[in-house]
Structure formats: C-alpha cells, structure tokens
C-alpha cells in the first residue's frame, strides 16, 4: 500500500485523530497546521500496533533539547520498536 494511502487509512480509523482534524478544518482559519508529531504518532502506533498513544504537542525544537524531550516524553518505552540515531554534531 503506498505510504500516503496507508496513513490517510489509519487516520480515518482513528476517532481521536479525526476529532481533531474535524475540529481543525471547522476553525476555517487562514494558516492553521497539525504539527509533524501528530503524524508521527499515529505511523507509531500502527507499526506498534495500538489505539492512539496520548497525542503530542508540537516538536519545533532544536536537536540537544528535542533528545531532552525524547527522554522526558518516554518515547522508548511508549514505542519500544523505535530507535533513536544520534547524528554527530557539525
């Protein structure tokens, strides 16, 4: 299944993630955006195979301070087949 179908399909199963999306789109505002974590979250917990996870607020943040919200989030333990990759710093 391609990609985007894929998650269109686990988002439209997902009551939670609709909720928001409905309410979102009912907003009518001129720039209004569902951040990156709330994708990433749902892509997550399919591949963890589980209902919605606590959804995520924004994660616009740099690299040092988005390790510090890795381990403050939990992610490891909520998504244990994940793996975080430290890139060498420039």
Not at 67 to 72: E, Q
């Amino acid at each position: 299944m391609h990609g985007l179908i894929a998650l269109q399909k686990w988002m439209a199963s997902d009551p939670a993630r609709m909720r928001i999306l409905h309410s979102v789109r009912a907003l009518d505002l001129p720039d209004c955006w569902v951040a990156a974590g709330f994708v990433r979250n749902c892509v997550w917990d399919h591949l963890h195979q589980r209902a919605t996870s606590p959804l995520a607020g924004d994660v616009d943040v740099i690299h040092p301070v988005y390790l510090d919200r890795i381990s403050a989030k939990n992610w490891l333990a909520q998504w244990p087949l994940l793996t975080v990759e430290k890139v060498a710093e420039t």
